[in-house]
């Protein structure tokens, strides 16, 4: 697998650092994504039809 070189974190991301949220970059056909905090500890990597279901299913449950 091809290691992503453009990850993106979220405008709402939290804390005095902005680092406790996710990062995401976009693969070929899929959607990469890992922890800000500690990049190095590893990429979980997901369709990208799945990650949009996940999100969208996100924003139903939001308040």
Same mark, same amino acid.
């Given at each position: 697998?091809?290691?992503?070189?453009?990850? !993106? +974190?979220?405008?709402f991301? =939290?804390?005095?650092?902005?680092?406790?949220?996710?990062?995401? $970059? *976009?693969?070929?056909?899929?959607?990469a994504i890992?922890d !800000? +905090?500690?990049?190095?500890? =590893?990429?979980?990597?997901?369709?990208?039809?799945s990650?949009? $279901? *996940?999100?969208?299913?996100?924003?139903?449950?939001t308040?």
């Open positions: 697998m091809t290691e992503p070189q453009n990850w !993106s +974190k979220s405008s991301s =939290g804390g005095g650092e902005g680092d406790t949220c996710v990062e995401i $970059a *976009l693969l070929p056909g899929r959607i890992r !800000s +905090k500690a990049p190095s500890q =590893g990429t979980l990597t997901i369709p990208i039809g990650f949009d $279901a *996940l999100i969208q299913s996100l924003k139903r449950t308040v």
